[in-house]
């Protein structure tokens, strides 16, 4: 009878370029939150309301990939490629943080109240863009240093 290890702790992750990455993604995302809930009262409900759900979904998935890599729960899941599948949502979520961000530099100027809020809202975007780009970047670098280079036949 086999035994498998139990779920197991990882720190490294969390000291690694990745995971303070990952850190920071999360931190971002909920100041992100706690600013647009501050400033979202100018009649750009559309606009707050996509900002909020790029920033809440960024944040949640964060969170998960968080756990999944601390906990190193990306051994037991062999049916998904765990890191295949972060890499594919980081890439979306740079393309919708930078999205939201412009959108949200557009209703800085609308009204006075709450402004200072939406000003740090796409501060605080423009991080979280270059933050979740660096993810999809070196993703991107991994991904690219594993392929193997075909060898040219000389024939």
Same mark, same amino acid.
């Given at each position: /009878?086999?035994?498998?290890?139990?779920? #197991?702790?990882? $720190?490294?992750?969390?000291?690694?370029?990745?995971?303070?990455?990952?850190? &920071?993604?999360?931190?971002?995302?909920? !100041? &992100?939150?706690?600013?647009?809930?501050?400033?979202?009262?100018?009649?750009?409900?559309?606009?707050?309301?996509?900002?909020? $759900?790029?920033? *809440?979904?960024?944040?949640?998935? %964060?969170? =998960?990939?968080?756990? *999944?890599?601390? =906990?190193?729960?990306? +051994?037991? !899941?062999?049916?998904?490629?765990?890191?295949?599948?972060? @890499?594919?949502?980081?890439?979306?979520?740079?393309?919708?943080?930078?999205?939201?961000?412009?959108? /949200?530099?557009?209703?800085?100027?609308?009204? +006075?109240?709450?402004?200072?809020?939406?000003?740090?809202?796409?501060?605080? &975007? *423009? !991080?979280? $863009?270059? *933050?979740?780009? =660096? /993810? %999809? =970047? @070196?993703?991107?670098? #991994?991904?690219?240093?594993?392929?193997?280079?075909?060898?040219?036949?000389? %024939?």
């Amino acid at each position: /009878m086999s035994t498998q290890a139990a779920v #197991t702790l990882d $720190t490294d992750y969390l000291k690694s370029r990745q995971g303070l990455l990952r850190i &920071g993604e999360a931190i971002i995302g909920l !100041c &992100g939150i706690i600013c647009i809930s501050e400033g979202a009262y100018c009649g750009y409900g559309g606009i707050y309301s996509f900002y909020n $759900t790029v920033v *809440v979904s960024t944040l949640i998935i %964060a969170i =998960l990939l968080l756990i *999944v890599y601390v =906990l190193n729960l990306q +051994r037991f !899941c062999t049916f998904i490629n765990c890191f295949m599948s972060a @890499f594919i949502t980081d890439v979306l979520f740079t393309i919708l943080y930078l999205i939201a961000t412009i959108l /949200m530099i557009i209703t800085i100027g609308g009204c +006075r109240y709450g402004q200072v809020a939406r000003i740090f809202a796409v501060l605080f &975007g *423009v !991080c979280g $863009t270059v *933050v979740v780009g =660096l /993810m %999809a =970047l @070196f993703g991107y670098q #991994t991904i690219r240093s594993n392929q193997s280079i075909p060898k040219s036949d000389p %024939a």
